[in-house]
C-alpha cells in the first residue's frame, strides 16, 4: 500500500472518531467568530488582518465590485494548496480544504454583518481577542483553513527559510499598505488588532493555565523531590551532571507544573533548601501522565500490531 493510500486510509478512520468531529465542530465556529469580525469590524474599521486574509482585505479593496470576498479567498489559496499536497499528509491537506471551504462559506453567510463599535481602539481590541481565541481553540486540535501556514512550510522545508519570516514580512507588507491605502491611524490599529489576535491565539492554543518546566540544582535532592511527589503530587525527572566550577557530581530535578504550583512549589524549595538554584521556562503543550494523553490530541493509540509492522 503506497503511502498516500495509507493516509487517506488514516484520514477515514479519523471521520469515524468522535474528537475529529469535535474538532471540525470548533472548526466552524471559528470560522464564523472571523468572518464576523472581518465583515463585522475590520471592512468597516478599514482594519487588515494577518497572513493571508490580510492579503485577501488589500485586493478585495480594489476588485469588490467583480468578485466576492468569499471566492478571493478560494481563489488565493489553490496555488497554495497546489504548492503544499506534496509536502504534508493526505489527512491534513482534506482537514485544510474542508477549513477553507467552511471560511468561505461563513464569509459569504457573513456578508453585511456589522458590529457596532465605533472606537477603532475597543474594535481593534475586541476582534483581535474574538477571532484569535476562537482561532486557537481549533488548531489546537488539529483544525486548519490552509493558508500562510502551508506555504510557510513548504518554504522552510526547500529553502530553509524559517516560517516566522515570511509571517513577519506578510504581516509588515500588509500594515504599509493598509497605511498606504487608507491613513497612518488605520494602520496602527490593524497592527494592534494583529498583536491582540495573536496573543488571543496563543492563550486558545495552550489554555490559560501555563505550564512552567522546572530545573532544580538542589545540595538535597532528595527532599526536594520528595516535596514535589508528596505536596504536589508531580512526577520528576533526575538528570545527572556535574558542576563546573566545583566538579562535583549533581543530580538536576526536572519537573513540569502549572503557573498556580509555582508558588507553592518556590516555598517548599525555600524550607527545604534556600540555597537551591531554580530555572523557571513558559511551556506550551505537555503530553504525558497527569497532563494530556496522545488520544487527547487526535493521535490513536498504537497498537501491538502498528510496532511490529513499524520494526
Not at 530545573?215 to 526536594?224: K, N, Y
Request: charged share 20%.
Amino acid at each position: 500500500m503506497s503511502q498516500i493510500q495509507e493516509d487517506f486510509q488514516d484520514f477515514l478512520r479519523s471521520l469515524r472518531t468522535v474528537k475529529y468531529w469535535y474538532m471540525l465542530l470548533m472548526l466552524m465556529l471559528g470560522c464564523i467568530a472571523f468572518s464576523f469580525v472581518v465583515n463585522g469590524i475590520l471592512i468597516p474599521q478599514h482594519f487588515f488582518a494577518a497572513g493571508l486574509t490580510g492579503i485577501t482585505l488589500f485586493f478585495y479593496d480594489y476588485i469588490s465590485d467583480y468578485i466576492s470576498l468569499s471566492l478571493l479567498i478560494i481563489l488565493l489559496n489553490i496555488p497554495i494548496f497546489f504548492v503544499g499536497y506534496r509536502e504534508f499528509s493526505v489527512k491534513y491537506m482534506l482537514t485544510s480544504l474542508i477549513g477553507m471551504s467552511m471560511y468561505s462559506a461563513s464569509l459569504k453567510l457573513t456578508e453585511g454583518a456589522y458590529i457596532p463599535i465605533e472606537d477603532p481602539m475597543i474594535a481593534a481590541i475586541f476582534g483581535g481577542v474574538l477571532s484569535g481565541f476562537s482561532t486557537g481553540l481549533y488548531l489546537r486540535l488539529g483544525g486548519s483553513v490552509g493558508g500562510l501556514d502551508i506555504l510557510g512550510t513548504v518554504l522552510k522545508k526547500r529553502f530553509e527559510i524559517p516560517i516566522g519570516y515570511l509571517f513577519n514580512a506578510v504581516n509588515f507588507i500588509v500594515i504599509v499598505g493598509n497605511a498606504i491605502l487608507y491613513d497612518l491611524e488605520s494602520a496602527l490599529f490593524t497592527g494592534v488588532f494583529m498583536y491582540v489576535f495573536t496573543w488571543s491565539m496563543q492563550k486558545g492554543l495552550i489554555g490559560f493555565s501555563q505550564r512552567k518546566s522546572v530545573f532544580i540544582i538542589s545540595s538535597r535532592p532528595e527532599a526536594v523531590a520528595e516535596k514535589i511527589l508528596q505536596k504536589l503530587d508531580r512526577g520528576f525527572t533526575y538528570f545527572h551532571a556535574s558542576g563546573g566550577y566545583d566538579h562535583a557530581e549533581k543530580r538536576v530535578i526536572y519537573t513540569v507544573i502549572n503557573l498556580m504550583e509555582l508558588g507553592r512549589l518556590k516555598e517548599y524549595l525555600f524550607d527545604t533548601d534556600p540555597d537551591a538554584f531554580i530555572a523557571v521556562q513558559d511551556t506550551g503543550d505537555v503530553i504525558g501522565r497527569r497532563f494530556l494523553t496522545w488520544e487527547d490530541e487526535g493521535l490513536r493509540k498504537r497498537n501491538k500490531q502498528d510496532t511490529e509492522v513499524q520494526a
